[in-house]
Each structure stands twice: as structure tokens, then as C-alpha cells.
Nanobody, 122 residues
Framework: AQLLESGGGTVQPGGSLRLSCTTS????????VGWFRQAPGKEREFVAS????????KYADSLKGRIMIGRDNDKSSLYLQMNNLKREDTAVYYC????????????????WGQGTQVTVSS
């Protein structure tokens, strides 16, 4: 399986970014998919997930209201729209696919991407 993130970069506080993830090598529409992040010196944390059907989304409490996740099962891809970014959002963001078709938080992860750097700085 391959998961390839794109869309990371440097943005000023208050700005927006859209991360994308294209996948191959597994049956995309049977897995939940989502995003995690890891800031320097911190553990990797859950950001958002969407169930196999696209109808059930879950967000980390610290990011609710500022992010939106979506998926396209025809294109085996997903995205993460991030708005009103803050300095504390600086991290490497990872795309992932979960063994549970509905939820990813605190559940086993089947596949990981390599990550894309997001830096929020003025």
C-alpha cells in the first residue's frame, strides 16, 4: 500500500492549507482514512478521520471548527482543509488508513504515509 501526502508548506497564523493524500495498493473504500500529526518533541496525535462511506467524520477536540476532512472513493484519495491555523498546528501531518472501517482514534492503523510538513509562522 502507498499513501502520498501533498499540500504542506509554510503559512502565516490565521492562514489556510489544504492537505491531500492519494493512495494505492489497497481497497480504499473498505477502510476508514484520516490524518494524524506529530509536533517536535511530542507524540503523534489524532487529527481527523472519516469512515469508509464518507458519512461519519470525527475530529480532535482541539481542532474542531477549524478543519474539515473528506474523501473521494472513486479517486482513492482524501483531504484535510485547515483554516485559521495557529503556531501550535506546526507539525508533520500523516495520512493513514485504519483497520476499523468507521473509527481511527485509538484503533489500529493499517497503513501510513510518509508525512508532509506544515509550518505556521509569521
Amino acid at each position: 500500500a502507498q499513501l502520498l501526502e501533498s499540500g504542506g508548506g509554510t503559512v502565516q497564523p490565521g492562514g489556510s492549507l489544504r492537505l491531500s493524500c492519494t493512495t494505492s495498493g489497497f481497497t480504499f473504500n473498505t477502510y476508514s482514512v484520516g490524518w494524524f500529526r506529530q509536533a517536535p518533541g511530542k507524540e503523534r496525535e489524532f487529527v481527523a478521520s472519516v469512515a469508509w462511506s464518507g458519512t461519519l467524520r470525527k475530529y480532535a477536540d482541539s481542532l474542531k471548527g477549524r478543519i474539515m476532512i473528506g474523501r473521494d472513493n472513486d479517486k482513492s484519495s482524501l483531504y484535510l482543509q485547515m483554516n485559521n491555523l495557529k503556531r501550535e498546528d506546526t507539525a508533520v501531518y500523516y495520512c493513514a488508513a485504519g483497520n476499523d472501517p468507521y473509527y481511527m482514534e485509538d484503533r489500529p492503523i493499517a497503513f501510513w504515509g510518509q508525512g508532509t510538513q506544515v509550518t505556521v509562522s509569521s
